[in-house]
């Protein structure tokens, strides 16, 4: 239930240091006229409402506020921040103490922006706390999804024999094989051979979405990971090529080499 402001005696006096601070926090904060007299500046409410965006963007919005001197359109701002977006900071002010603000009632500008910034600091410590409750409920449900996805039958024994990094580069051995004999089945063979595509990489395997195991971040983490496994598996082979290219190369330059060398190498015919 929200609050209601009544009048000033709800509203906490300030000394001098309270009043440097105040004025100092409002400074700090790019609002769309200059301030030359407070009271005066803020009576049309539209500096209020470009206060409060400034901290709480989600709940104002600026086009529903105009500036000007009229009493009516005075008023009819801060009716509209009194029903809008005072509520949402759980107070309400009477329609006396709007008229006084409308006004430009000496001290009373200070007192309410005092009360305005407790209410923001407020609403904005709450929204951290919810943000921070989320985050520990989603950590809790990515524990219990890595758990049931990370649950895997035992391994045969001729497998778990083998070094980890023997078993991924068999895998990587096998796909890239795999690959190369689909494409020479195409190649060698187009008039009695149906072109075979070549199957995707191992990475590029998605993992299939659970809705009632595994929470919509997770899958969409998962086939991320899987994204980034594909384009190392791609830069890999392309790896491989260039160093198959560099072996061709090396193996020209040797049969150069050798042929130079019987080409110069004595016969021995000319001795006797």
């Given amino acids: 239930m929200s609050m209601v402001v009544k ?3 709800d509203l906490e006096d300030l000394d001098e240091a309270e009043l440097e601070e105040l004025y100092s926090w409002v400074d700090k904060i790019p609002l769309s006229r200059p301030k030359r007299n407070i009271a005066r500046d803020f ?23 105009t500036p000007g001197n009229a009493t ?13 977006v005072f509520n949402k900071l ?5 329609e006396d103490l ?24 407020r609403a904005m410590w709450d929204m951290q706390k919810d943000a921070g409750d989320r985050t520990e409920v989603a950590h809790h449900q990515t524990k219990a999804s890595v758990r049931l996805t990370n649950t895997k ?34 190649e060698v063979s187009p008039g009695r051979t149906k072109p075979v595509a070549a199957p995707p990489p191992k990475g590029h395997v998605k993992i299939k979405q659970s809705d009632d195991l595994v929470p919509k971040a997770i899958y969409e983490e998962r086939e991320q990971e899987c994204l980034a496994k594909e384009e190392t598996i791609q830069i890999l082979q392309a790896k491989i090529r260039r160093l198959e290219h560099l072996l061709h190369l090396k193996d020209v330059r040797i049969e150069e080499l050798q ?11 000319g001795k006797r």
């Avoid at 005075?74 to 009716?79: A, Q």
């Avoid at 024994?157 to 020479?184: C, F, G, L, W």
């Fill in 72 to 84: 009516k359109m005075k008023l009819d701002n801060w009716r509209l921040l009194n029903r809008k």
């Fill in 90 to 94: 759980n107070f309400q002010l009477t």
């Fill in 98 to 121: 709007i008229r006084e603000l409308c006004l430009g009632k000496q001290g009373l500008i200070e007192r309410f922006l005092m009360h305005v910034r407790a209410k923001i600091e």
């Fill in 259 to 269: 042929g130079r060398l019987e080409s110069i190498r004595p016969t021995g015919k």
């Fill in 43 to 65: 009576s049309d409410g539209v500096m209020i409402a470009e206060l409060i965006k400034h901290f709480l963007p989600h709940i104002v919005s600026l086009h529903n506020y």
């Fill in 7 to 9: 009048n000033t005696d």
């Fill in 153 to 186: 039958p035992p391994k045969s024994k001729h497998v778990d024999d083998k070094p980890e990094a023997d078993q991924n580069i068999n895998m990587q051995n096998n796909t890239y094989s795999h690959i190369e004999r689909n494409n020479y089945r195409t």
